[in-house]
């Protein structure tokens, strides 16, 4: 069994700030990739940013120079650190992990999501 438990969700003014966590746990033998997503209402799941286990990383356009995802391998931990943030930003984020268990089964997981919400 693998679990994905994110926190740091809230609600925060135009230009403010949020760090989102993801932390993965159960039987977990290795993660490659490690990323988030985000669906606003009555819109589709669309990828924010993601990070490899070489610490390479890609960002949605809309979010460059704002975001920054990194990861704490030892943790089973990703991280998303929003600065910036407007009112498009809000949506519901969740994590995504490609996880190795300790079977040798590979597979994507996915979090509970978290809510953000931008606003005055």
């Known amino acids: 069994q693998v679990q994905l438990v994110e926190s740091g969700g809230g609600l925060v003014q135009p230009g403010g700030s949020l760090r989102l966590s993801c932390a993965a746990s159960?039987?977990?033998?290795?993660?490659?990739?490690m990323g988030w997503y985000r669906q606003a209402p009555g819109k589709q799941r669309e990828l924010v940013a993601v990070?490899?286990?070489?610490?390479?990383?890609n960002y949605a356009d809309s979010v460059k120079g704002r975001f920054t995802i990194s990861r704490d391998n030892p943790k089973n931990t990703v991280y998303l650190q929003m600065n910036s943030l407007k009112p498009e930003d809000t949506a519901v984020y969740y994590c995504?992990?490609?996880?190795?268990?300790?079977?040798?089964?590979?597979?994507?997981?996915w979090g509970q999501g978290t809510q953000v919400t931008v606003s005055s």
């Open positions: 159960g039987s977990i033998f290795s993660i490659y990739t």
């Open positions: 995504n992990a490609d996880i190795t268990t300790t079977t040798r089964a590979m597979s994507g997981y």
């Open positions: 990070i490899r286990s070489d610490g390479s990383t």
